[in-house]
Each structure stands twice: as structure tokens, then as C-alpha cells.
């Protein structure tokens, strides 16, 4: 097999002069420098992208607040309308949104279309069925009258404001989706910036989005590198800032904005996520349950599991089971259909990768399958399987967002849960077992924001998604996203 052709409007759109997309349309940017984005199967500049500066920071704060003042008077009906739009949009414009994810990503072609564009189209849906259904409470107030007068109240939900999203490069068009189908459908406008590894779809869905009726300023797009995340953050007029991305970014980001007049906050951040099979899972649900959770994308998931905890007793064939398994992978272009593992996203993450390989050989750890990055060009990282020496090993302990598998047998289940809860970290975790009663038992005993049994990694937008501990602050998905992008008031009467 080869690469897929480009269709010619990629190619178009890559040759285009980027600039943002503020007030409803591509705009130049005043002064910031350019940056390169790179196709990391080959390393190839495929595009250039502004950095923005302060002026295009003020313009596109202007102009979110513009956006703002017209949308969040939108009614929720005509809301959902424009989202249901947008969504049926992504799917007729599939193809090109993911030739160029797969471009600017290198994640495997099948998997751009079926989840940075089917699924993402099918999130956006049910955030934009959320629009017509956001409502307050009535509420009896609980103090005696003073003289017979009688009181009434209620809770309003209101949109909350100019929210500034920032996203990372692992998936960059499924989660610019989710944040702006977060802010849009509760009435907020949003500025989003996106990773500077990965802008080009956002570039394009916000040209979608005007297509769609999204009324200028209720979307913009600011292209940049971190600096441009603060300053949007930290700008008099925006009002909150809903991040994805690493746990040290998350911090600065929580506290740049707790710092600028206790602008709102949610953190969607990393983790170090704990995957246990109890003894009586078979090898072949085991190595299956190993792929699912630690390798789809390359690991690059932040949900992805990265600690595997095996019974000593069924340590050594699993290790061996799974080894063979990783072997068979085709590797190779992510435009190649038959491809079933790409490269990593970008230079400077296979490098961490190669940096953490190098501690887990000096630590003594065993590497038991992979544990090279390729030198030749693109950022291929081997699919690698580690056993651990102790329980603090790095491996055991430093998220790697890749294609890393690192193991530790456990001998009891109390051990178990103690190996799994000792992490700073609180994202996901899953257990593994037939015994349903025995996973029902453990249920709320594991620390984490969210808990698959004999699952890990899917996510349904139907269903809260966010972490505990330093994995972050706040909830994605459900009913729960409303909370974070709504203000609640509370009105009293008296009569
Ligand atoms: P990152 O933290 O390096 O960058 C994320 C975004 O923040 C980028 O757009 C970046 O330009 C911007 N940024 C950098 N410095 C900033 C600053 N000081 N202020 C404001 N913005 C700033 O993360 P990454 O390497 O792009 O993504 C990988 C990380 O994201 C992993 O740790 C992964 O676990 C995490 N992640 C979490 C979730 C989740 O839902 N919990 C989902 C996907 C990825």
C-alpha cells in the first residue's frame, strides 16, 4: 500500500497565507512572527502560522467581546441550530479535516476521520442538544416570615462570558470541538488557541463555523505559541479560560489566572493513569486490554494507561504475549491505510521519549520490547514495553504521553490498590477482570476521575470526563461542562 492522494483543496489550504480568524473572518496578523508546522512522519514544513502579538491579542479579545454581546442574546434554539450546522458541516468536509490533522499530527488517516471528525461531529451534537435544556432552579427559602411578608426565589444560569480555550496537539480538532460546543451552546463566545504543533484544522472549521451562521466574534481563532495562552488569559476582558494540556502548563495556566482578577478556571491535565488485571483474565483479553489502553495513538491519549499492574503469577506470558503482538505492527506512514502505527507528534516529544528510555535504562529498569526512536526522518518512537525494577521508578511515575507500557507485578490486592492510589495524579485508571463482584468492591476504592472495567480510553460525551488530584479542576462532558461555563444567580422576591 501508499499514501493516500491529497485532495487538491488541502493542498490549497496549505499553501495559503495563515493569518487568524477574528470577527468572522481570516485576518492578517499585526506583527507577531511566524511559525513553521511540520509534518512529523517526514519532518517537511508543511505550513507557516502567525505568532500572534499583543495587538491581535486586543483585537480578538474586542472582538470575542462583540461576539459575545450578540450570541449569548441569541435564543438557545437558534443556538443549536448553528451547532447541528457546524456538525453536519465537519462530516461533509471530512476528507479534507482529516488530511490535514493527518499532516499536521502524523496520526493514522483512518483514525482523523473516524474520531477527529465523525466523533467529534458527534460530540458537537450532543453539547449543541444542550443549548434548549440549560435551566435554573425554583427554590422555597427556608427562614420564617418576619411580619407575613413571603418570599420566592429562583437560580438563573448564565453564560459566563469571553472564554479563552487553549488546546494541546494530541487531539487537535476533537478538542477544539469540545471547547467550543462547551462555550457556544451555554451562550458564551470563545478565543481559542490551539497548539502551535497542530493549527490547521482549527484555521478551517472556524471558516466552517461562519458557513454554518455562527454570528463574527463568537468564534475566534488566535494561532501562537504559549505566550500567546497567558496573554490571553491574563487580558482585563476575558472572563475564563478552559485548558487542556500538561499538568506543569496547567499550573501556570490556574495560577496566571487566579491572578488576573480570579478569571475561572478549568484544567483538563495529564496523568499517569493505573491499568490492573486481576489473575483471571485471560492473556489474550489481557494484551488486547494492553493495546486498547497504552498504544491507540500512540499512547499520545491523556487518558491513556501508563502503569500496568500484572499478578506475578501471570507476569512473565503476558510480557512475552504482548511483545509478540507489538512486533507484528506495521509501521510507517500515517497516510498509508494499511498503516497500523505512525509516528509521534512532534521533534521535540520524541526526544522527552529518547531522554525517558535513556532513565529507564540507567534506573535499571527492563527494557523488554522497543526502546529506540528511529534517527532518520519523522518522529518514529518503537512501541516499548518496560519492566520495572521498584514501584519509583520514572517510568512508574513521569506521564511519557507515548508508546510506553511499563509494568510491575503485584502479589495481593491490597498491594494493588495501594500501587495503584500512590501517584499524584488522579485522571483514569482501569481493572480488568470476570469477576464482577470483585470489580464492583474495588470500584470505590481507585482513585481516579474516571473508572473503566474491562474498558480503558473511550470516551462518550454523554458521560463527565476530567481528573482528581493534579490531574485537573473541573469536568468535560454530561450535564457537568454547564457548571463550569454558566454563572449561577440566585434572585430573591418579596412580597
Ligand atoms: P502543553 O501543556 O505543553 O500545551 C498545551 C497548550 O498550552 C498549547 O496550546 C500551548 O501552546 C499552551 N501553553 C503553553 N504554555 C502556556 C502558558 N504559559 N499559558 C497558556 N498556555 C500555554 O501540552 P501538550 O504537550 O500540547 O499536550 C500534551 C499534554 O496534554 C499531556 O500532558 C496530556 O496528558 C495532556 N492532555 C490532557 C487531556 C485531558 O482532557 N485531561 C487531553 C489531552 C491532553
Redesign the pocket.
Known amino acids: 500500500m501508499s499514501d493516500i492522494a491529497l485532495l487538491p483543496c488541502v493542498n490549497a489550504f496549505l499553501a495559503r497565507d495563515h493569518g487568524h480568524y477574528i470577527d468572522g473572518r481570516t485576518t492578517p496578523s499585526q506583527g507577531g512572527g511566524r511559525i513553521a508546522v511540520r509534518n512529523p512522519a517526514n519532518d517537511q514544513t508543511i505550513a507557516h502560522i502567525a505568532d500572534a502579538s499583543e495587538r491581535d491579542v486586543d483585537q480578538a479579545v474586542a472582538s470575542a467581546r462583540q461576539g459575545f454581546n450578540t450570541w449569548s442574546r441569541t435564543a438557545p434554539a437558534a443556538r443549536a441550530a448553528v451547532l447541528f450546522k457546524l456538525a453536519e458541516l465537519l462530516e461533509a468536509n471530512r476528507e479534507e479535516l482529516a488530511q490535514l490533522e493527518t499532516l499536521q499530527s502524523g496520526k493514522l488517516i483512518g483514525m482523523s476521520r473516524a474520531f477527529e471528525v465523525e466523533q467529534a461531529a458527534h460530540f458537537l451534537r450532543y453539547y449543541a442538544g444542550w443549548a434548549t435544556k440549560i435551566t435554573g432552579q425554583t427554590i422555597t427559602p427556608s427562614l420564617p416570615s418576619f411580619a407575613g411578608e413571603r418570599y420566592s426565589a429562583y437560580t438563573l444560569r448564565e453564560p459566563i462570558g469571553v472564554v479563552v480555550g487553549?488546546?494541546?496537539?494530541?487531539?487537535a480538532t476533537m478538542?477544539a470541538i469540545w471547547k467550543l460546543a462547551s462555550a457556544l451552546t451555554t451562550g458564551c463566545s470563545i478565543i481559542i488557541?490551539?497548539?502551535?504543533?497542530t493549527p490547521l484544522t482549527l484555521l478551517r472549521i472556524a471558516e466552517l463555523a461562519s458557513e454554518a451562521g455562527l454570528p463574527a466574534g463568537a468564534l475566534n481563532v488566535l494561532t501562537?505559541?504559549?505566550?500567546?495562552?497567558?496573554a490571553?488569559?491574563e487580558h482585563p476582558d476575558t472572563d475564563k479560560?478552559s485548558?487542556?494540556?500538561?499538568?506543569?502548563?496547567?499550573i501556570?495556566?490556574g495560577q496566571?489566572a487566579m491572578g488576573a482578577r480570579l478569571t475561572r478556571a478549568t484544567?483538563?491535565?495529564?496523568?499517569k493513569n493505573a491499568v490492573a488485571f486481576l489473575p483471571d483474565v485471560s492473556i489474550d483479553t489481557a494484551v488486547n486490554g494492553i493495546i486498547e489502553a497504552g498504544f491507540l495513538h500512540s499512547g499520545?491519549?491523556?487518558?491513556a494507561g501508563e502503569r500496568f499492574y500484572v499478578h506475578r503469577s501471570r507476569i512473565d506470558e503476558t510480557l512475552a504475549a504482548l511483545s509478540q503482538r507489538l512486533g507484528q505492527l506495521k509501521i510507517g506512514s500515517p497516510l498509508d491505510e494499511s498503516t497500523q502505527f505512525g509516528p509521534v507528534a512532534n521533534k521535540p516529544?520524541q526526544q522527552k521519549l529518547a531522554e525517558l528510555f535513556a532513565t529507564a535504562r540507567a534506573e535499571g529498569s527492563q527494557i523488554i520490547h522497543g526502546g529506540q526512536v528511529s534517527s532518520g526522518p519523522g518522529c518514529f518512537v518503537e512501541p516499548t514495553v518496560i519492566l520495572a525494577s521498584s514501584a519509583s521508578d520514572t517510568l512508574l511515575n513521569q506521564?511519557t504521553?507515548g508508546p510506553v507500557a511499563t509494568f510491575l507485578p503485584y502479589d495481593n490486592e491490597d498491594e494493588l490498590l495501594h500501587l495503584m492510589n500512590a501517584s499524584p495524579y488522579g485522571?483514569s485508571a482501569s481493572v480488568w477482570t470476570n469477576d464482577l463482584g470483585k470489580a464492583m468492591r474495588l470500584i470505590p476504592e481507585i482513585q481516579a476521575g474516571t473508572l473503566w472495567v474491562n474498558m480503558h480510553t473511550l470516551l462518550d460525551p454523554a458521560v463527565p470526563?476530567?481528573?482528581i488530584k493534579a490531574?485537573?479542576v473541573g469536568r468535560?462532558f454530561g450535564s457537568a461542562f454547564i457548571d463550569d461555563f454558566t454563572e449561577l444567580k440566585s434572585v430573591m422576591i418579596r412580597y
Open positions: 487553549i488546546v494541546p496537539w494530541n487531539f478538542i488557541k490551539p497548539s502551535e504543533f501562537g505559541a504559549g505566550q500567546v495562552g497567558k490571553l488569559i479560560v485548558f487542556t494540556g500538561s499538568v506543569p502548563t496547567g501556570a495556566v496566571a484544567l483538563e491535565l495529564g496523568g499520545q491519549i491523556c487518558a516529544h506521564e504521553f485522571l470526563f476530567g481528573g490531574s485537573g468535560e
